[in-house]
């Protein structure tokens, strides 16, 4: 089965950046899409990154979504962090056809 | 703007189903959309739990496909999932979403369904 894995914590200082990566476990990263997902606590996820690297809209351009093909892994990087980006944050993409999720990276701002 | 809300028991018994609604608002649950139930675990990451089609096609987490029936209601202008024989596995906070290509927004608010006797 495809797995997609994400470290477990990471964090940074206000102002600078940060870039959590999402590993596939087999095949083709870039073969599916990928999509980034925040989650502050007590809320339900919403969207910040979809098909790679596509922003919805009223995400701010500080969130940015790559494929780095040789390492089979995605990233999502925040630049000019602020505390409110502090998170979940959950890659997901597919396998045939099957949504598969991340584990899920807790992003601290301190 | 489209807005979903989740509705149901909060509480099932051991075995029992649980049933969920999600009500959509704002917009056609018969457009170009996918439409998904994820949940998850206390403390824990989010699992999905299948997608369906106004026409009707679905997809289910394998992990899941025996126990899950996700359906549609046009009249009613949401959609439904239900789960059955659950343990206390299953309880979680459930999410409906709306999936337009690979683009899953808006999300549900959640709505948390405990397993216990």
């Known amino acids: 089965n495809f797995m997609l894995t994400q470290p477990h914590s990471v964090s940074e200082s206000p102002g600078k950046t940060v870039t959590i990566s999402c590993t596939g476990s087999s095949g083709s990263i870039a073969s599916n899409y990928v999509q980034w997902y925040q989650q502050r606590p007590g809320s339900a996820p919403t969207t910040v990154i979809y098909e790679d690297n596509q922003r919805p809209s009223g995400v701010p351009d500080r969130f940015s979504g790559s494929i780095d093909s040789s390492s089979n892994s995605a990233s999502l990087t925040i630049s000019g962090l602020k505390t409110e980006d502090e998170a979940d944050y959950y890659c997901?993409?597919?396998?045939?056809?099957?949504?598969?999720f991340g584990g899920g990276t807790k992003l601290t701002v301190l | 703007q489209v807005q979903l809300q989740e509705s149901g028991p909060g509480l099932v018994k051991p075995s029992g189903t649980l049933s969920l609604t999600c009500a959509v608002s704002?917009?056609?649950?018969?457009?170009?959309?996918?439409w998904s139930w994820v949940r998850q675990p206390p403390g824990k990451g989010l699992e999905w739990i299948g997608e369906i089609y106004h026409s009707g096609s679905t997809n289910y987490n394998p992990s899941l496909k025996s126990r899950v029936t996700i359906s549609v209601d046009k009249s009613k202008n949401q959609f439904s999932l239900k789960l059955s024989s659950v343990t206390a596995a299953d309880t979680a906070v459930y999410y409906c979403?709306?999936?337009?290509?690979?683009?899953?927004?808006?999300w549900g608010q959640g709505t948390l369904v405990t397993v216990s006797s």
């Open positions: 704002g917009g056609s649950i018969s457009s170009s959309n996918w």
């Open positions: 997901q993409s597919y396998d045939s056809s099957l949504w598969v």
């Open positions: 979403a709306r999936v337009h290509q690979q683009l899953v927004s808006p």
